[in-house]
């Protein structure tokens, strides 16, 4: 590796491709981070089980492109047959989060905050093996390289730049589902309903907001990004298993923190950021011990900014 | 002779809110001083300022001259310094005792290897702590003794938690006691019983006092002096009459109108 | 503590007067305390003095190696020992403070590892048991105090993030270095051996004698530092640092304005657990010649966590009986015959214990019965084959002979020539299933749910003969998953834990 270094440096195409793979893991992380931080504020719960939930999205866009004929030889042409990917997988997705909520979470919303994050260990565990037992441990691939003759993998090209088709995909279908989540949330009533949760349950509910509810629909929006994050991946990175949700989870989660846990934006910056790091920490330092790097230069920033970059500091009152 | 507690210039302000002005205060030794004023006004948060749970912005706290501005607060309290709080904090999932126990760790030394070797320092100690843990629930009279040292904490009645939050405050040994508070939801018969315990504390434990309180009663009966406080700053001291009668004290409670019809 | 005199002239009193410190003085008398076979162990567990139950415990486990020469059952009751101690490391930092240490299994395998670099070939560095454990263990302790020390910036939620990157960051090292290279600043080394792991690791030497009868010596060797460790926690338990813990744990804020200094008692559990997993450590590399990274994977730390939950977070004794119970449980659970017994056993269990009165739950059993049988000639007068299947009794044999097997071929429906071939897809679609019914089942009241209960349960039956039986490496997570959840909405205490009151 030594020496590798330098001359890396100094070539563009490399960075910009860098560039390029970084913005688009961000903007799948900084996706999956919203649900974690939306769930964060109004439950001030770290949803564990979050990462399994996009998990089970990239399962079942699978399980779409698969029922459609195969990916090789679609019954659909290209833009109905994503669109459906995405519909079910979201659509799956929503449902699996509210139904966590009601189930495993609901019961524990006057237990100590310990309490529930434990439960989503355990639940977390539970969606993972339920994966292994239903669909085997041996990785799945969407098999989507070739579709139409491999156009999604195309790429727009300027000299010695390219950005493949999917990637642009990827980061506009990623803002696009932010900006609808931004909209949501700060120009309808159950958006304004949400942030009032976010500050102060008892007291929203006293303002007549339904609580319930809005949790119910702050996890069914997280966890339809996190499902059409999980279409996403499979369609980039091709390659599943029931136990992507944990890497993946732990990234995104991390991201939602970096940017101040329970803050929107921030989860989308976080994600980004995450994903930037992350990549060039691969393609310039090391690919083995990325890992190692970015979590160490977490617990660093953690150290110094606890509630990330925008996120507000917790009052205790005496 | 130099007061025991002396705030100096003490202030903080919380985003654009000043929560305490400029805040001069002194408590002579042995005296007992009420701290009054509305809903709002910046008591309690000159308590947490004292006791370091908030960091003043400017101004000193002064305990026998030493500042103590700064200083972690477990330190402070090590200082000599111990408090109750508005809203109970008790150590609900320990026992009376324990909870009482719990606050001899300022002023004990044995480190976690003689506990674990049970050396004779760490002995001798634990001895010391269960002798003077009994000694301070005592002082309660009947209340807080007997069957009621296992009991969990949880289990004692309102009158009853404020009582061990006093006996746990004593236990860490401190030269002053604040006192947020202490007669909050009680009724009549308790309120006297706590006003006349305030003056035992006083008079037989020797501890110099800084209360808050609302209940106008109990800071007739027992108070030295009684300083009154507006959005943060002082508008008032002297004896209750004095404060009592002050039109801008009147004017603080009850609005401008009561000053004019009074 | 006598009664007020009573006032001239009234009748004497007749009824609880209550509030009078006579009735309150006895009101020990009248509380009702656990109820059951379980409250009863647990009044006498109470009763009897601690060093009594220690003693107890540590002279049953060493005779077992007396009582049978079954290598397996010692085996099994070594691998236990070792759950217990970690067990009880982990009940230091979270059951008595009160934090979410999600990192603990990073301090197991750093010990490991430092032991396995000490004492081993891989730098030929032999050093012996009596030098390598002690500062193993004391590394391992400093190890606690460094990643504890973002504690003191942070609190509760963020703790646990910060502990699980350091496992995180562990994991990655452990499995990527054999190739350390100091970002191509420095030589190549093999620290860690990669994925494969250190081999050739030395067992113990104690008084000259190695312990090579494995594996009756860890045993030993377990439940002796387990006898250690468990007298000095109690000890620091009973003491000021204890209560101080216990003081962190209910309200940090009161405490540190109790003088009681909660940053520093906050680095201190986090250590001493610390430690205790750095001796576990030890006694898991030499017990199995080698250290392997899989072994200290986030799946062992949330074993740990529910031995821990599971019998009560905060009491030394329950944390070690959680780990006992899951342990054997899981093993247990390798074989499909035995993993039967427990299955139905545990169905039968929870009946009793929660259905009441005892008409319903002879209500429930005769109608779990009857559906079972209903279903199954249903099913049989339509496709024979569906009925004709097998029992699984072991990894590979199926039978349908005996009692048993008799029984359940004619209260399930299992298919012939399918789960024996591991074709689970009949099993997939029963557990399905039988999870949407338990959530049913969780949502309705009153006579729907007694009603909803036995398609639920034999829902259940189906899916664990048909699939579940012959996949012990994927059900252990899945019943550790939920295990946990089952227990935070039930019985958050465990079963030897105390019931807490928090202030939200």
Redesign the interface.
Known sequence: MSGVLAFQLYDWRYFFAELVAGFTIGSLYALIALGYTMVYGVLKLLNFAHGDVYMVGAFIGWFVLNALGSPLKPVLPLVPLLALAFAAAMAGCSVLGVLIERFAYRPLRQAPRIAPLITALGVSFFLEQTGVLLWGATPRTYDTYDLRKGELFGSLTAGNFSIAYVQIFAFLASALLMIALSLFVWRTRTGKAMRAVSVDPEAASMMGIDVDRVISVTFLLGSALAGAAGVMTGLIYQNLNPYMGFGAGLKAFTAAVVGGIGNIGGAMIGGLLIGLVETFTAGYLSSQFQDLIVFSALVIFMLFRPTGLRGTPLLQKV | MAPLLELRGLGVTFGGLTAVDSLDLTVDEHEIVSLIGPNGAGKTTVLNLITGATRPDRGQVLLGGENLVGLAPHRITQRGIARTFQSLRLFLNMTVKENVMAAEYGRTHATIVEQMLQLPRARREEREIHAFAEERLAFFGERLMGYRWNQPAYSLSYANRRRLEIARATATRPRVLLLDEPAAGMNPVETHEIAELIGKLRDDGGYTILLIEHDMHVVETISDRVVALDHGVKIAEGSFDEVATDPRVVEAYLGTKATVTK | ?SAPAPTPGAEPATSPQIGV?EW??RS?ERIVGPAGALGALRRAAERTPWYVLLAVFVGLVSAIPELTSNQYIIGVAADTMLYVLLAVGLNVAVGWA?L?DLGYIAFYGFAAYLYAELSSGHYNLHWPTWQSVPLVIAATILLGFVLAL?SR??????L???T???L??F???TN?GY???W???GATHNITGGPTGLTNVDPFRVFGHELTNRPTDYLWVATGGFAVIAV??T??N????G??W??L???P??????????KWLML?AVA?GAGVAGFAGTVNAAYYQGVFPTTFY??LL?TI?VMA?LGGAGSLGGVAVGAIVVNVLLEVLRTPNHARWVFYAAVLIGLLAKVRPWRLLAGVLAGLVAFGVVVNQVVGAVWPRGVHGAIAMGPTSFTTHGFFATCLRHWLVLPAHTYEASN?QIG?YA??LT?ALV?AC??ATGWKRWVLLVPTIWGAALAWET??IE?AP??R??L??????VL??TR?AGLFG?T?????
């Open positions: 503590m410190d309150v003085r020990g009160g979410l973002p910036r942070l609190s509760g939620d963020y646990a993030i910060v699980l990157f350091f995180e960051i994991n990655n090292f990527n190739a350390w290279n970002l191509g600043f000095l926690l000890f620091v009973r003491s000021r640092t209560r101080a216990r003081a744990r209910d309200d804020l009161a405490a540190e304005l109790m003088g009681m200094p909660v201190l001493v986030f799946p949330i966590y939950i689970y997939n557990f399905v999870i959530l969780t949502a699939t579940l996949q994927t059900v997570p899945l550790l998953g939920v295990i946990l959840i935070m909405a958050p105390k807490r009151v928090e202030v939200v």
